[in-house]
């Protein structure tokens, strides 16, 4: 069955390693995924460890719904403490390695300790081994996967490694498997590099049940019909996220220089460039979405090279943060930060605000070592991305994530940052949408769209259909507003794509599946469908929901035990000082109001049942079964 | 009507649904082994193809079959597997160039596509339209619509420069 993967626990330090079942009741309040590894997390570690010490503790997993028919399931999540917040580590990534790693008979990877020297995992039919790393370390991501493959003997060999900037232990280092599928935010890369565990390999032959095959598959295709008939799938079809550098760029909606503009002006780094130099279009595992483009760079020294990619955060990266009007940069750009393992967000904020920096004089030539930082410097850009991963000169100190950086530059370095819990910024601007701002301040592991974005306020649906999606499946009564720009009932909308993208993360399905970038995806009430056809668990939307809640109130007290407060839950100065200068109307000359999000941020609070310090009261802690926690029963 | 299953190799997007529907209608479970379909893919350098059964016309598995278990079926267009005459010998697996008879360990037989017996799964659930079912006398035609547009698009453009 698809409930009878195990979890291995793993030592590197000892070379002990024990597999134990997961129990049917462990799985009905986490289900799998980022729930049972933040479950995991909260048990094996103790509090206040060195994120890039050996007390760390790595899991990787696959959702409960992983290699089956289950629209899209195919992604992995990695957890840890992360080294560049100090909170939660978490993220996760699509590709092929989940599937494989349950074909293998695990669901769960819970890694501890740290190995003498170099070393990867092979996983293979139950079999768990320590072997060897030392030839392939200081390899790149690319080489890494194929020489292991070439090892092992096998071509169907999925691994999943770290680059030079994992090995580095660039605190935003990633974790990726095939030429871009990444684990990308938190810096679970440096914990693995901090571990010397540079790869994991996995290949397994072991069947997995489907409770109702016939079913499951005939609810397959209509999710196939359904989700293939919207014209969001239609356009991410063709472009992938790129298309949306059109809407929000037009708008207003994008962070440019890292945090002077809010528009690009004159940008042309539009995702039709990417026609040009497009071989065609990749899926992962089961998916129909097929989002990333492959192709060939055609000039400069990396001409004739392959690469898959970019996304619009690399646009954001390599394009707007920087002023760079280049859409080959951004091509060379993503490649190298696939190619090195680093997160290409936390690497475009980054260099965007050294730039400002060098801007207002706080960094000089001779701290950039001669590299002019100037805006739309597209060499420069390119060169900052080798110097942090290499951690050469600048790069070493920008190396360290953004709070680190700041507390090393010094000056009023800080007060140019742009980021939450010491994580940055998407290269969004949010200081029009009041709801996403709401979501950037209150995420888990700091500043982040995929925590808990309600992208679909951006598309003014009309309040009848907010009310139908966000009205359930908990009974809410309260306001809901379809113009973005508003305070009212925002935080519900929060807290329900919260909920929604924990569940979805706990059973490893896309969130491109899933009520994110369009109103007509995957909710609660398919997931329902989706969980009891392919497992034959039997939950209601309502108790997907509780669920949801009980996995992400963990990750609450996880970052509680590691000292984060209200302040955490809050936006740099700029977003309530600076309002945005240009855009369309409805993005111009707007910020973020302090009064209203504080407001907000009760509200917020309010519904998750938490003080208003943010702490789970405890009758909401005793709701949700967590008041016994850590329980140690795993 | 005789029907084929071709693969356009450039429309696949390397998502190995295909794998998964049939091994998941064939067993009931999720075992890319036991699939009668494979992605073969080249990660690193972005191509991937599908490989199965051709259903050749002079097949070598059939030729090999020392019990005349695999036999042409003329209405469907496919080469077809009696498991009540086959031994198990696998002379086919090693007979077959292309992969396309398999081991299924766990049932222990030789495994082939059957076409799904005129509606292959595979081809319901390729989205992108890699894989498809088509009348075997007008294969021909498709492809060359295909190449056609592209020609014509260049025609078209010879013939605007000539104005």
């Known amino acids: 069955m698809a409930l009878n993967r195990e979890i291995a626990y793993i030592d590197l330090s000892t070379a002990e390693i024990k597999t134990a079942p997961i129990p049917i009741g462990v799985r009905q309040l986490y289900l799998g995924g980022r729930g049972l590894d933040m479950y995991l997390l909260y048990n094996h570690l103790e509090p206040g460890v060195d994120p890039l010490g050996p007390d760390n503790v790595l899991t990787v997993s696959a959702g409960l719904l992983v290699g089956t028919p289950a629209s899209a399931s195919a992604r992995t999540h990695i957890g840890a403490k992360s080294p560049l917040t100090g909170f939660v580590g978490s993220s996760n990534m699509g590709g092929f390695f989940a599937p494989e790693l349950r074909f293998a008979g695990f669901d769960h990877l819970v890694i501890k300790g740290k190995a003498d020297g170099p070393i990867y995992l092979w996983i293979h039919d139950g079999e768990i081994e320590i072997r060897d790393a030392s030839d392939i370390w200081g390899e790149n991501i690319f080489d890494t996967q194929e020489l292991i493959k070439d090892e092992l003997g096998d071509p169907e060999v999925k691994v999943l490694c770290i680059g030079i900037a994992g090995e580095n232990l660039v605190r935003f280092a990633n974790v990726m498997t095939g030429m871009k599928n990444a684990a990308g935010r938190t810096g679970m890369g440096a914990v693995m590099g901090s571990k010397n565990l540079k790869a994991i390999a996995v290949r397994g032959t072991m069947g997995l049940e489907i409770r109702f095959p016939e079913e499951s598959l005939e609810y397959n295709r209509q999710l196939i019909e359904h989700i293939g008939s919207t014209k969001f799938a239609q356009i991410m079809q063709k472009w992938g996220t790129m298309f949306i550098y059109g809407v929000t760029n037009t708008t207003g909606l994008v962070r440019v220089r890292n945090f002077q503009l809010n528009q690009q002006v004159g940008g042309n780094i539009e995702c039709e460039h990417i026609e040009k130099y497009s071989l065609g279009t990749e899926g992962c595992y089961g998916c129909i979405l097929h989002c990333r483009h492959k192709y060939q760079i055609k000039d400069g020294p990396y001409a004739g090279t392959y690469a898959e990619g970019p996304e619009y955060t690399s646009q954001g990266a390599f394009g707007m943060e920087v002023d760079c009007n280049n859409f080959e940069t951004i091509l060379v750009g993503n490649h190298l930060v696939n190619m090195y393992g680093v997160d290409t967000l936390e690497i475009g904020s980054m260099i965007a605000w050294a730039m400002e920096l060098y801007e207002k004089g706080i960094l000089t030539d001779e701290d950039t070592g001669g590299l002019k930082l100037e805006w739309g410097n597209d060499q420069a850009v390119l060169e900052m991305i080798r110097c942090i991963a290499e951690r050469k000169g600048l790069g070493d100190i920008l190396a360290e994530g953004p709070l680190r950086a700041a507390e090393k530059i010094g000056q009023d370095s800080i007060k140019y940052l742009i980021h939450v819990k010491g994580m940055s910024n998407l290269h969004s601007d949010e200081r029009s949408t009041p709801s996403l701002a709401l979501g950037i301040a209150t995420g888990s592991r700091g500043s982040d769209h995929l925590r808990s974005r309600p992208a679909i306020d951006l598309y003014h649906l009309p309040e009848e259909l907010l009310r139908k999606i966000y009205g359930g499946p908990k009974p809410y009564d309260g306001p809901l507003s379809s113009d973005y720009t508003s305070y009212e009932g925002k935080p519900r909308m929060v807290q329900w794509q919260e909920m929604m993208y924990e569940a979805i993360d706990c059973t490893g399905i896309c969130k491109y599946h899933t009520i994110f970038l369009s109103p007509n995806l995957i909710r609660f009430e398919e997931l329902s469908k989706l969980i009891y056809l392919n497992t034959g668990l039997e939950f209601t939307p309502e108790e997907i929901w509780d669920i949801a809640d009980r996995a992400y109130t963990i990750e609450r007290l996880f970052n509680i035990r590691e000292g984060l407060t209200r302040e955490d839950d809050w936006l740099v100065d700029r977003y309530f000082d600076e309002p945005t200068p240009i855009g369309l109307p409805i993005a111009r000359d707007k910020c973020i109001d302090r009064e209203k999000f504080k407001q907000m941020i009760n509200e917020y609070y309010e519904l998750h049942g938490w003080d208003e310090d943010g702490v789970p009261r405890p009758e909401t802690l005793k709701k949700l079964g967590l008041d016994g926690e850590p329980s140690h029963k795993l | ?163």
Not at chain 2, 16 to 37: A, F
Not at chain 2, 51 to 58: K, T
Request: net charge positive; charged share 20%.
């Open chain 2, 1 to 163: 009507m005789e029907k084929i299953l071709v693969v356009a190799h450039e429309k696949c997007t390397g998502c190995r649904l295909c794998e998964m529907v049939c091994s998941v209608k064939h067993t009931g479970v999720n075992n890319p082994t036991r699939s009668r379909i494979h992605i073969i893919k080249w990660p690193m350098e972005g191509f991937e193809l599908p490989m199965l059964c051709q259903q050749c016309e002079e097949a070598p598995c059939i030729a090999v079959c020392p019990k005349d278990a695999l036999s042409r079926d003329l209405t469907l267009g496919r080469v077809t597997l009696n498991y009540d005459l086959c031994i198990g010998c696998k002379m086919c697996v090693t007979a077959c160039p292309f992969g396309g008879m398999g081991i299924d360990t766990v049932v222990q037989q030789v495994i082939k596509c059957n076409l799904c017996d005129g509606d292959p799964i595979c081809v319901r659930f390729c989205d992108p339209g890699a894989l498809q079912f088509v009348p075997a006398n007008t294969v021909n035609l498709m492809k060359k619509r295909d190449a056609g547009l592209k020609f014509s698009e260049l025609m078209r453009k010879s013939l605007i420069s000539d104005v």
